[in-house]
């Protein structure tokens, strides 16, 4: 009964139903309105998501998702020669990748709602924190990502979207427009903190809004109580199931 918003992507997708983060954030947001179904793929680049796009999105499916997100680019990004190069896509594959994904899932559903969000900026001291946290000594001097590399694939993800006439959120940024948000947003220079993950729901839900999938103007699935007469509670759902 209710429509269902999916969420792909990396990591970043994957632990979003963790204790704040931006994906249970979002179905609270959406809740009795819409099911939020998360689909996310730690390590993933958006070359190997490609695999998964018919088994997540089958065409022949009779019911596709209202909306779904497409966040990906952080691991596209990994540099080549560095301890993360396995998850390197170039940047024009990496582009090529997202408009794949897209047509797919206009083809699936041409009135499905699309939304790309770019990768999020990296906090390159925090990833060496990080690396020495797992690797001590061995830990490379060098960060596997950076800031620049991370905006130019944003920039990719932002020009695609204007390309295709949908909606897009540049992350990179947004996040970027805060004062300290290395350690704000970023808890070990790639994924989010609670406060990042709030930047991320406060995005999706404007961007929806903006669109057509605002939760302020979808009905509830079944009578809210106070439509409820504890007398003759069968009237309210009579009226609500017509």
Not at 171 to 200: I, R
Request: aromatic residues 10%; hydrophobic residues 35%.
């Amino acid at each position: 009964m209710r429509p269902h918003i999916v969420l792909f992507g990396d990591s970043i997708t994957e632990q979003s139903f963790r204790s704040g983060g931006w994906g249970s954030s979002l179905a609270n947001s959406y809740s009795r309105k819409a099911d939020v179904l998360v689909r996310g793929y730690g390590g993933y680049n958006t070359r190997w998501a490609l695999f998964l796009l018919s088994h997540i999105f089958p065409p022949d499916s009779t019911k596709h998702p209202a909306a779904t997100t497409i966040f990906f680019g952080a691991n596209d990004a990994a540099l080549l020669g560095r301890t993360s190069e396995r998850q390197h896509v170039p940047v024009e594959e990496y582009k090529n990748n997202l408009k794949k994904m897209v047509l797919h899932l206009k083809e699936c559903s041409p009135a499905m709602l699309v939304v790309l969000i770019t990768p999020p900026p990296i906090d390159e001291e925090g990833r060496k924190d990080y690396a020495k946290s797992l690797y001590g000594d061995r830990a490379m001097k060098l960060p596997e990502r950076t800031n620049e590399m991370a905006g130019v694939y944003a920039r990719q993800c932002v020009e695609l979207a204007k390309d295709l006439g949908i909606h897009t959120i540049d992350l990179w940024s947004k996040m970027q427009e805060t004062e300290g948000w290395q350690k704000k947003f970023l808890s070990d220079g790639l994924h989010l903190t609670p406060e990042g993950n709030a930047v991320v729901h406060e995005e999706v839900v404007r961007v929806f809004s903006e669109a057509w999938l605002s939760a302020e103007d979808m009905p509830y699935d079944f009578p809210h109580h106070s439509e409820i007469n504890g007398n003759s509670p069968e009237e309210a759902f009579q009226q609500k199931c017509l």
